[in-house]
């Protein structure tokens, strides 16, 4: 009886055990990829162009922004690096390879967003809970960006 049991639990038990990996580890409350809602500058509504949808992915050290630009899912990605103390998210794009200037393509944020890849920008985070957030950053020439965004999974 004791080696019919182990014989199927330890199985299960394995299999419960690798299903709750990541790779890179849980990163928190920030792992996955969240859709920016909307955005305002100063205020102001700030249009995405149309049909245009933009996400942020994080993994490990990470983040991966994503602009998918039609139905048919032409998208560009950018990398950066970010990190994160609670409720102050730094992301940086400011990185470079030997092909890649630095802030160029594949390591620029999304322009239409008013971010930058001059110097790594703090940003602060609001109103987290399980599935929204609002980050607030105030760009080098003082003006207030907000972007509000949803976990897609």
Known sequence: M????LRYLL?????AALAGCQNDGQ????FGTWRVDSYECDGRPVVQPEGQ???FSFQGAVVCATVVSDSHGSHTREYGTWTDDGNRLTLNFTHSDDSTPQGGAG???PAWMGMTADYPMEI???GRDTDDMTWRWISGDGRTHVYKLHKTW
């Open 11 to 15: 199985p299960l038990l394995i299999l």
């Open 107 to 109: 390591y620029a944020p």
């Open 2 to 5: 004791r080696q019919h049991i």
């Open 124 to 126: 602060e985070m609001t």
């Open 53 to 55: 949808s933009t996400f």
């Open 27 to 30: 990163i928190g409350f920030l």
